[in-house]
């Protein structure tokens, strides 16, 4: 059974702050991980795409991968409050063939002003 | 350019009803998914397309769901015999091939009453 697991928060952090955001799963031969974030009544956005162990930046947002502790993370620098949303883990299914993802429940994250 | 689409935004049926909830791909992308969520939880897989084939379909919870794609496109979930359990957000995501990043539409909120 492959699961992701996020703290599901709400995590509440001032504005201007670090923001992280973790992530464990339970698949070892997983290959893709994504960061998606889901403002409330809207749909998944993709923010951050990871394949490799190690750090991705994009802007304000820093994917961390380390494949041998089956653990992603997601860091936001200086956190907006246009930031809050619930953000979401996902894994790929590589044993399918498919590559349909596997996602958590979400982590809610509140910016304060 | 244009993104996902999908049709209706809303709706709602009566309990036994059959609906059929359409998917609009990125155009270009041969990779299609849905996915469904429900409250507070992330979305779970149901169905994918490479092409107009049904590449795996391990996720629909019975065979009232079914989905088609004969043309390689535009996709449409078709489900029978509505029930209450089916109330849920259908999102639709596509991608350029099996192993990119999935993009997802503004989903089909689904009532059964």
């Known amino acids: 059974q492959k699961e992701v697991e996020q703290n599901s928060g709400p995590l509440s952090v001032p504005e201007g702050a670090i923001a992280s955001l973790n992530c464990t799963y339970s698949d070892r031969v997983s290959q893709s991980f994504f960061w998606y974030r889901q403002y409330s009544g809207k749909s998944p956005e993709l923010i951050m795409s990871i394949y490799s162990n190690g750090d991705k930046e994009d802007g304000r947002f820093t994917a961390q991968l380390n494949k041998a502790s089956q653990y992603v993370s997601l860091l936001i620098r200086d956190s907006q409050p246009s930031d809050s949303a619930t953000y979401l883990c996902?894994?790929?299914?590589?044993?399918?063939?498919?590559?349909?993802?596997?996602f958590g429940t979400g982590t809610r994250l509140t910016v304060i002003p | 350019g244009a993104g996902v689409s999908q049709t209706p935004s809303n709706k709602v049926t009566e309990k036994g009803k059959y609906v059929e909830l359409r998917c609009d791909p990125i155009?270009?992308?041969?990779?299609l998914y849905w996915y469904r969520q429900s409250l507070g939880q992330g979305p779970e897989f149901l169905i994918y397309?490479?092409?107009?084939?049904?590449?795996?379909d391990s996720g629909l919870p019975n065979d009232r769901f079914f989905a088609v794609r004969p043309e390689g496109s535009v996709s449409t979930l078709k489900i029978q015999r509505t029930e209450r359990g089916d109330s849920a957000v259908y999102l639709c995501?596509?991608?350029?091939?099996?192993?990119?990043?999935?993009?997802f539409g503004p989903g089909t909120r689904l009532t059964v009453l």
């Open positions: 996902a894994v790929n299914a590589i044993q399918t063939g498919a590559n349909n993802l596997f």
């Open positions: 155009s270009g992308h041969t990779a």
């Open positions: 397309f490479q092409g107009t084939g049904a590449a795996d």
């Open positions: 995501a596509s991608s350029p091939g099996t192993w990119y990043e999935q993009f």
